[in-house]
C-alpha cells in the first residue's frame, strides 16, 4: 500500500459497515418519520386554474406498484434518468442532504446519489426483493406498503401521479 496517499483515498469501507449504514439512508430516504409537530404537509396550489377536478391518473405503468418497482429496478442498474425521474425533487434532495450527512463525499444531486448506491448494493450484493401490497388508492395519491425481503426494512410509500407514472414523494414514514 502506497503510505504517501493521505488516509481518506487508502482506507476502504469495509461491505459490513456499509451495507447497513446504506440500508438505513435509503429506507429512511424514502421513508421519513412524521415531523415533531405532526402538522399536515401543505399542498401546493396551482398557479394556474384547474381545469379537471383531479389529476388524470398514470398510464404509462400498470399502477402505484409498478411504478414502484421501475424505481427500484432503475436505482439498483443504475438507470439515472428513470430513477431520479420517479422521486420528487422534494424525496430526491433529502436522500442526498441524508447520504452527505452521513460521511459519503461527492453526492451533489440525484444522479450522483443513485451511481454511488447503486456501486453500493452491487458491491455487498444486496437483493432488491421487495414485497409491496397496495393499500390506498385514488385518482390523487396512493400508499403502498413496502418490506425489503432482506433485512428488517419496511414503510410506508406515497406516490402521486407523474407524467405517464406514479412519482414517490418525500410524504412516506419509516414502519419497522
Known amino acids: 500500500m502506497d503510505v504517501s496517499q493521505p488516509t481518506a483515498f487508502r482506507r476502504r469501507r469495509s461491505p459490513w459497515l456499509v451495507a447497513p449504514l446504506l440500508g438505513a439512508v435509503l429506507v429512511s430516504g424514502c421513508t421519513a418519520t412524521e415531523p415533531d409537530d405532526a402538522s399536515p404537509t401543505p399542498t401546493p396550489s396551482p398557479t394556474a386554474p384547474d381545469t379537471q377536478a383531479a389529476p388524470e391518473t398514470p398510464v404509462g405503468d400498470s399502477g402505484p406498484e409498478d ?8 436505482s ?56 409491496v401490497e397496495l ?3 385514488t385518482d390523487e395519491q396512493a400508499v403502498l406498503h413496502v418490506v425489503y425481503v432482506e433485512g428488517s426494512s419496511c414503510g410506508r410509500i406515497v406516490l402521486v401521479p407523474g407524467d405517464g407514472h406514479w412519482v414517490m414523494t418525500e410524504r412516506s414514514q419509516e414502519e419497522c
Open 67 to 74: 411504478s414502484f418497482r421501475t424505481w427500484l429496478a432503475a
Open 76 to 131: 439498483r442498474a443504475p438507470d439515472v434518468a428513470t430513477a431520479c425521474g420517479y422521486m420528487t425533487p422534494e424525496l430526491a434532495q433529502r436522500m442526498v442532504d441524508e447520504i452527505t450527512a452521513q460521511g459519503f463525499p461527492g453526492i451533489t444531486d440525484c444522479a450522483s446519489m443513485i451511481e454511488m448506491t447503486a456501486g453500493l448494493y452491487a458491491a455487498v450484493g444486496q437483493s432488491s426483493e421487495t414485497v
Open 135 to 137: 393499500r390506498e388508492q
